[in-house]
């Protein structure tokens, strides 16, 4: 092993490993989230603060606003924010479709796995583009159930994937919409728009990741929409089960799956 | 944009463009396929030569033996090396299941998009595990079909790749077979296997992979199938051709297409 290009030895390729997937999903998709200091920072919609947690501590030198339209969810965020000791945000209830700051104050704007809820996207980017100001960082992130796929496959478990799909599209969202935000950018007319997917491909030498990602997200998720589906009669009680069962079995030693996020970033003309 | 971490100017977006996706299939499958000066190397089942070129031109320090079952391929694989004036492949025509070598005389073995097509992945892998030294490097390079998805979305474009995967698979091979990487190497008893998915995502930003992957390698090749399909009975004509012209709606100003490879490395034990 003389050449140190050579990616064929452990410790290169550990260094490919770390270089292409993050131990954890954090990683995966805010390992670039960074923000220049002194920055002033909308996040929209906060929810509970899963996010705000991540992006306000990796960026102690900016502030942030975290908005999000239920008080509930603000409550929560603000005592999640509270225990960790994060003093850099501060929580506003606001309305996505018409919020309550003047045109072109923030730096930056920051909206992630919201999209994918909301009946409007567009009309949603439109008004967070607005309160950005010129030649400011507007960064997006979605997930796409479409581009998962796993080993071994199982038609049962593309069924139960396709009951949040379709449960999600009842509700007036999306949950293929990852793949659709560079055209989303577009359209609301920002500038230098890139979009970076970001595959979480999960084999048994990622274990953290196939605890963390394939069985206590992804399988739980898709698991939690279980009876409402079966209730509405979209699917069959034993083919969910048994694509629940085979999403779990991806997550064995043999097993392989994979799922991407897309991270867009674009400058307000 | 005082800090450089800060990947929301232009000059680090296009930093993030590189590293995430090259602009040329070669690039992104190859931009690692390095070997250690003087490497000796197997290539199993070249063809008429196309990755050949690739790999030997950028290991002008290594040499190489590619094989191929057929006397035809390595006629027009000779005729490409020789015209290009690469000098470090011989070939020589070699039955994967039973190669012509003595246990443990190369370096490194690679097989690149070949395992898609064998009805039996794992025996050939075992044989040319048989080749290789003892602390040699296996790289095997795959495609996948299933982890093809694309905006906008159609039913149609998804019937006319199936029409390829059922094809392969009359024909005993496998077009899912990247996402099997991972459990394949591992089968055969190597040792610190890691698998890297190159995804090759394109928007309208990527205008070379536009033209060179959505329409001239992807679309053409599933294009190509068109005609058997419809005799076979497996699709009707008017959904194959709505099919195409979807997959080519793709690669419009609005459009993304996405399709994933993998490439796995592992030791001999």
Redesign the interface.
Known sequence: ???T????G?SD?EA??LN?QADTLDNIIHN?T????DSFVLEASCGVGAQTKIIAAKNPDSNFISVDISEDSLGEARQLIKSLDIKNVEFRQADLYGLPFEDGIFD?VIVCLVLEHLHHPKQALTELNRVLKKGG?M?AIEG?H??T???P?SKSAHSAIDCQVRLQRQNGGNS?IG??L??LL??IGLS??????R?V?V???RPQLVEGFIKNTFTAMIEGVGDKAVRQGIIDKLTFEKGIKDLYRTAE????F?Y?FFKG?G?KK
Do not use: A, C, Q
């Open positions: 092993m003389e050449n290009e050579y990616v064929h452990y390729r490919l490993r292409d670039d960074i923000f220049p200091k930056s960082t960064i796409d479409g581009s796929f796993f080993y496959d293929n793949r659709e560079y055209p577009k359209s230098d728009i890139l979009v970076s997917p595959m491909y084999d048994s030498s030693p043999d097993g392989v994979s991407t970033f400058t």
